[in-house]
């Protein structure tokens, strides 16, 4: 404290230090007070620099917006002026009254000797002093006196009795506030502002006073009354437990201090009901209210932990998909809004996308069509002696559900993989935030060419993979020394152009989903490397999801829609 205040001395320290906490007034308007009589007795000289409005604050201990007032009181009354980028002063032209603190003293001197206290001197003094009144420089003896008119007088007389008259009111209204519990209307937030109130405004707020005073007693007259029933009922449940079964009375309703309660009672439970055997019970101790807020407390984390574990993974989800799908939709609308320039983007993603998946598609393709519909299927059928329909099978396994599966997950686990360690590297050093400072739009200049490119190479993998999974069947086929004339029989015998086109829009929808995830997860990733690596595991599961989920409706939507496909032929 000491510290913060020591540009106004050591007289502004110990002055501004030892302020009364539980006080009536406010340490805010003590503050000013102590303040402005420091400036007004020349201990803090004219020019000199006052403490900054937060080093006042933490110095003395009070809210920032305290000190602001304070200083911008002391500017309004012409003793401190500030100065921007320098500070707040004291105005060159304040007042200067030495002989104040020499008369305050005298006053306070006097008082003690008298026996009464220094602030009931000044309540008295600030109770019975005009507002209107102001302090004025003493003025030469030979000056003339200042003349009051009669009419003045009289005014100030009659103010004098209506301020007594409200005290008075105010201090029989306080008394009746306390004993009834009444709560008073808050006074409103706003910087009060300075004002006499002239006869009339008195009179209005004592007649107000006078009818809130009216309304007080009748409220204590019917609370009297109450606590006198209550007292009454008690009285006869006392003399008499039998014939006021039940009934029930506190120390609240009688006006007395606790929590006790006196209730009507079987004395022996149901039998003393049946025997009318009454007693007065009595129950005494107010509530532990900490303790059963503490506990509620306690049950009601418990709750919400538990359905935040619930529920938080799944509303997460199902936010992520919210985000997936309002880029799914800008990014069909920048891919179908001019301009285009991501043209040279577009070319460079596809080419890479071949590069990285041709590869391991040919070597996917075969062993899934050679291994699960082809020798486990030839194995099956031999047992009938029907493997010249392998090739019918083909048509429902690699057509329809391996080829498509197969280019879904080596694009995603090989291209979406890239994609997203791509975005979310730019996304750590921050590169997307430049674009968009530069006013380039990530979405059309980044995620567009990949959503397109992934589209489009899926769809031609899916082909890709069809010959290569029929010739895994070729080689089962063969390796049971069967003629493929069968196979092709009936393969082309099932087939449709149906099956084909369906199996390419799914795969080219699968390269679709797969972009999107992968870009999202990329764009939003976060943490530095380890953030990345984390987003590209989560971008390859949920593209599977999303993949595996979007199967299932497309191929129920295709069989409900052409029922000829479900007739093997």
């Known amino acids: 404290m000491a510290q913060s205040l020591e540009r106004i001395g050591s007289a502004g320290t110990k002055a501004l230090s030892d302020l009364g906490r539980s006080d009536a007034v406010p340490v805010g308007v003590q503050l000013a007070w102590r303040l402005r009589a420091l400036i007004l007795s020349g201990r803090i000289a004219a020019g000199e620099q006052l403490p900054g409005v937060r080093e006042f604050a933490v110095g003395a201990g009070v809210n920032v917006n305290t000190a602001r007032a304070i200083y911008r009181r002391l500017e309004e009354e012409g003793l401190a002026a500030s100065h921007q980028g320098r500070g707040t002063f004291v105005a060159e032209g304040a007042a200067v009254l030495p002989a104040l603190e020499h008369v305050a003293a005298e006053a306070v001197e006097s008082a003690i ?6 602030r009931e001197l000044a309540q008295t003094i600030y109770a019975g002093s005009d507002p209107e ?12 006196a200042v003349e009051i008119s009669p009419d ?12 007594a008259q409200i005290g008075r009111l105010e201090a029989e209204l306080a008394s009746y506030t306390e004993h009834l519990g009444l709560e008073e209307s808050a006074p409103p937030l706003s910087e009060p502002t300075a004002h006499v109130a002239d006869i009339g405004e008195l009179e209005a707020t004592r007649d107000a006073l006078v009818a809130r005073l009216d309304k007080a007693r009748e409220a204590a007259q019917r609370r009297g009354s109450a606590e006198q029933a209550a007292r009454g009922r008690l009285e006869r449940m006392v003399s008499d437990p039998a014939a006021n079964k039940w009934e029930t009375v506190s120390n609240e309703e009688m006006g007395d201090p606790g929590c ?14 049946l025997m009318n055997w009454w007693r007065i ?20 984390l418990m709750v919400r932990t538990a359905v935040d574990r619930a529920f938080l993974p799944a509303k997460s989800l199902f936010e992520q998909v919210g985000d997936m799908m309002i880029l799914t939709a800008k990014t069909i609308t920048s891919a179908i809004r001019p301009p285009y320039p991501y043209g040279g983007e577009f070319i460079g993603q596809f080419l890479f996308a071949l590069q990285l998946c041709w590869f391991p598609m040919l070597i996917s393709c075969v062993a899934f069509g050679f291994g699960a519909p082809g020798l486990q299927a030839a194995n099956f059928l ?21 080829a498509p599966f197969v280019t879904a997950v080596v694009v995603a686990g090989v291209a979406g993989t890239a994609i997203t360690a791509d975005l979310g590297a730019r996304k750590i050093r921050e590169e997307l935030d430049a674009l968009q400072v530069l006013g380039v739009d990530p979405i059309k200049n980044l995620v567009v060419p990949r959503f397109l490119a992934l589209m489009l190479i899926t769809g031609l993998l899916d082909i890709y993979a069809l010959i290569f999974g029929i010739s895994g069947g070729i080689g089962a086929e063969l390796l049971y020394n069967q003629p493929l004339g069968g196979f092709f029989a009936t393969l082309f015998s099932n087939a449709s152009v149906t099956d084909l086109w369906g199996s390419v829009v799914k795969c080219t ?3 679709a989903i797969i972009a999107v995830v992968c870009s999202y997860k990329g764009m939003t990733a976060s943490g530095g490397a380890a953030g990345v690596g984390r987003a ?17 409706v497309f191929t129920q939507t295709l069989l409900a829609t052409h029922p000829e496909l479900q007739t093997i032929r």
Request: proline share 8%; net charge positive.
């Open 113 to 118: 000797a008298h026996g009464i206290h220094p």
């Open 133 to 144: 009144e102001r302090v004025v420089p003493l003025a030469e003896p030979s000056a003339p």
């Open 152 to 163: 003045e007088g009289d005014r100030r007389a009659a103010r004098r009795t209506l301020r």
């Open 260 to 273: 006790t309660t006196y209730e009507v009672r079987p004395a022996w439970g149901p039998i003393g009901a």
């Open 281 to 300: 019970r009595v129950s005494g101790g107010c509530p532990l209210a900490a303790p059963l807020a503490a506990a509620r407390k306690r049950e009601q």
């Open 382 to 402: 031999s047992l009938f002696g029907a493997l010249d329909r392998l090739g019918g099978f083909f048509v429902l396994a690699s057509i329809r559900e391996f």
């Open 509 to 511: 929808l699968f390269g």
């Open 536 to 552: 590209v595991n989560e971008a390859v599961v949920i593209a599977f999801m999303g993949v595996f989920a979007f199967n299932y």
